[in-house]
């Protein structure tokens, strides 16, 4: 299975973007999906998660700004982040879990894409 993303860059405070997340694998239609995070010195915060079946789940940090959806005719999961801040600043990695649930443990999934870089900066 590979995970692809895309659309990281650089961009103002209070600016958008949309990350994509390109996946190999023919069961994608069948899998959890999320969205997690690393910044410099922390760890991987789960941010948000997706169902085969369209239901999703976000933490505090994402909720408000942050929309997932997926496309399973593309096998492609999105993160759509409005109102970037400077705290948003990270690697954003998208995951795959081979079962339907999403859970918010970063260890439940299998597969990981390399990430791609956001920079919230003026």
């Known amino acids: 299975v590979q995970l692809v993303e895309s659309g990281g860059g650089l961009v103002q405070p209070g600016g958008s973007l949309r990350l994509s997340c390109a996946a190999s694998?023919?069961?994608?239609?069948?899998?959890?999906m999320s969205w997690a995070r690393q910044s410099p010195g922390k760890g991987l915060e789960w941010l948000s998660g997706i169902e085969p079946g369209g239901t999703t789940y976000s933490s505090h940090s994402a909720e408000g700004r942050f929309i997932i959806s997926r496309d399973n005719a593309k096998n492609t999961v999105y993160l759509q982040m409005s109102n970037l801040k400077p705290e948003d600043t990270a690697v954003y990695h998208c995951?795959?879990?081979?079962?339907?649930?999403?859970?918010?443990?970063?260890?439940?999934?299998?597969?990981w894409g390399q990430g791609t870089q956001v920079t919230v900066s003026s």
């Open positions: 995951a795959l879990r081979r079962w339907e649930t999403v859970v918010t443990d970063p260890g439940a999934y299998e597969y």
């Open positions: 694998a023919k069961a994608f239609s069948h899998s959890a």
